[in-house]
């Protein structure tokens, strides 16, 4: 069993940043990939970031690329989501998920975060 929790979430103006946690339980932290993903109010959970069990790999929604940034710190048992350049657009909860295969598909992960909210005011 995989505990997500999610920090750092909210209201920021179009072109500011903001640093996303997900600080996770359990000793087995190493043998996940971490994924990131996004809904917006009446719209599906989106995949936004993914890194492999390694950290070696990692991917990237085409809207979020190249201003956001997925790491992980196995030491603190934590996943980051960095966005800079952020719009109105990427207003939504923002949700860290787990699970021991990488995939961009939200069907694939059996552990997710409950969500945190981030608002990109124009």
């Known amino acids: 069993q995989v505990q997500l929790v999610e920090s750092g979430g909210g209201l920021v103006q179009a072109g500011g940043s903001l640093r996303l946690s997900c600080a996770t339980s359990?000793?087995?932290?190493?043998?996940?990939?971490l994924a990131w993903f996004r809904q917006a109010p009446g719209k599906e959970r989106d995949f936004v970031a993914v890194i492999s069990r390694s950290g070696a790999s990692t991917y990237y929604a085409h809207s979020v690329k190249g201003r956001f940034t997925i790491s992980r710190d196995d030491a603190k048992n934590t996943v980051y989501l960095q966005m800079n350049s952020l719009k109105p657009e990427d207003t939504a909860v923002y949700y860290c998920?787990?699970?021991?295969?990488?995939?961009?598909?939200?069907?694939?992960?059996?552990?997710w975060g409950q969500g945190t909210q981030v608002t990109v005011s124009s």
């Open positions: 998920a787990a699970d021991p295969a990488l995939s961009t598909i939200h069907g694939s992960y059996h552990y």
């Open positions: 359990g000793r087995t932290f190493g043998t996940y990939a």
